[in-house]
């Protein structure tokens, strides 16, 4: 058995969990939608596009895992332009939190939407370069970036939702008169 089919079932539950985890992120988009803040694009282009993005990749390379290669060369090349697309992704997200104005960026942003974003692309762009004489060492190293990503954007997801539902809408409930709110 090859290497790569032995990370089978690891792909086949990482990838379902991150398309599963897609169309919710448009589910709760939708819920929320009913009346963004002032800002409310740029912010989303910094903190929501960012989640689908690293859902994408999840779901990405777990199908491109699933393809039966002759050779793993070939799937290698692939992750590794996709790591390299998700570093280049990385440094425009930091360019578009710094430039939004709807919400100050704490360490926690920071860490999660850029930090360990870049250091889970870098690893996966690296492990792409050791595929071909260390095939074993690098499908554990993709497996793991592919791991961060997706509670990435778990991480990500939640801390979305809570700032709406607690914030955001919070702020709107105490504007408005008392026999306003529902």
């Known amino acids: 058995m090859s290497e790569l089919a032995k990370w ?21 988009l939708t819920l929320i939608a009913e009346r963004p803040p002032a800002g409310a694009a740029d912010a989303g282009a910094a903190f929501g596009s960012p989640t689908i993005v690293h859902f994408g990749a999840v779901l990405f390379l777990s199908a491109l895992l699933h393809v ?21 992704y ?8 710094r430039n939004q104005v ?28 050791a595929a071909a004489g260390h095939e074993r060492e690098a499908l ?19 801390d979305s939702v809570a700032y709406h539902v607690f914030v955001n809408l919070a702020e709107r409930n105490a504007k408005r008169p008392r026999n306003e709110i529902k």
Do not use: C
């Open 8 to 28: 089978d079932s690891f792909y086949v539950i990482v990838g379902s969990a991150a398309g599963a985890l897609i169309g919710l992120q448009f589910v709760v």
């Open 68 to 88: 039966p290669w002759q050779t793993i060369t070939i799937a290698a090349v692939l992750w590794g332009v996709l790591g390299l697309g998700g570093i280049v």
């Open 90 to 97: 990385a440094v425009i997200v930091a360019r578009r939190m």
């Open 102 to 129: 709807a919400y100050k960026p704490i360490f926690e942003d920071w860490l999660f939407h850029v930090a360990l974003p870049l250091v889970a692309y870098s690893i996966l762009a690296l492990s792409a370069f």
């Open 140 to 158: 554990f190293w993709a497996g793991g970036a592919a791991l961060l990503l997706l509670f990435i954007g778990i991480h990500n997801a939640w």
